[in-house]
């Protein structure tokens, strides 16, 4: 059972460019997520996602995009690549509960960017 | 604005001992709350929840503990082992529809043998 995959798992950016980080998760969960993880910093939401068609922005959504065309993937795209974004991003899902938010979430393991 | 502490010192405890990891706090009124671990180069893996309503959960050797009053939970591994050596991170739980968690930073802890 694959879970949550990100890719790629690292890369490295000039400043200016830009990338899309991919995820894609295989048990079916309505919501999915994307953090950022900065050093002795809590995860830090990005935007997240209800459902395909569905996204909102979390705490700290400024340089990023994304989009939910089907349920499985969850695409974080960066425009214009800065300093500032170097950080490790990491995916996850959740089942949506009928019965009230509460889920786990499952988490991939991260992509490490770095913008020099 | 909402503020989440947890120990940013590592804990470095002996085998066999219990480990007790703290979670504060503020301006905040969680739903729930869960407990992940971290380890490196790796993403969280959720490991409990508790509730508002609730006081204590377990599971096998892992106990947490959710008092509102103080606005703290407490994380605590039973008998630990080298094998337990991770950060920890706590993770508020929002009332209404949707799941946008305040993770904590994280506590690492070092399990000697």
């Known amino acids: 059972n694959a879970g949550v995959t990100q890719t790629p798992k690292f890369r490295i950016l000039k400043i200016g460019q830009s990338m899309t980080l991919q995820c894609t998760q295989d048990m079916n969960h309505n919501y999915m997520y994307w953090y950022r993880q900065d050093p002795g910093m809590g995860l830090k939401l990005i935007y997240y996602?209800?459902?395909?068609?569905?996204?909102d922005k979390g705490e700290v959504p400024n340089g990023y995009n994304v989009s939910r065309s089907t349920t499985e993937d969850f695409p974080l795209r960066l425009e214009l690549a800065a300093p500032s974004q170097t950080s490790v991003y990491f995916c996850a899902s959740s089942y949506a509960n009928p019965r009230g938010s509460d889920q786990p979430q499952h988490f991939g393991d991260g992509t490490r960017l770095s913008i020099l | 604005s909402q503020k989440i502490e947890q120990n940013s010192e590592a804990l470095n405890i002996q085998e066999g001992k219990t480990a007790t990891l703290t979670c504060n706090y503020t301006n905040y009124s969680p739903a729930y709350l869960q407990w992940y671990r971290q380890d490196p180069g790796r993403g969280p893996v959720f490991l409990l929840l508790?509730?508002?309503?609730?006081k204590e959960k377990r599971k096998e050797r892992l106990k947490v503990t959710f008092d509102t009053t103080l606005k703290q939970s407490l994380f605590h591994i039973t008998a630990s082992q080298p094998a337990d050596s991770a950060t920890y991170l706590c993770a508020l739980g929002p009332r209404g529809g949707t799941d946008k968690l305040i993770f904590g930073t994280g506590t690492r802890l070092q399990v000697f043998p």
């Open positions: 508790i509730r508002e309503n609730e």
């Open positions: 996602s209800v459902g395909a068609g569905i996204t």
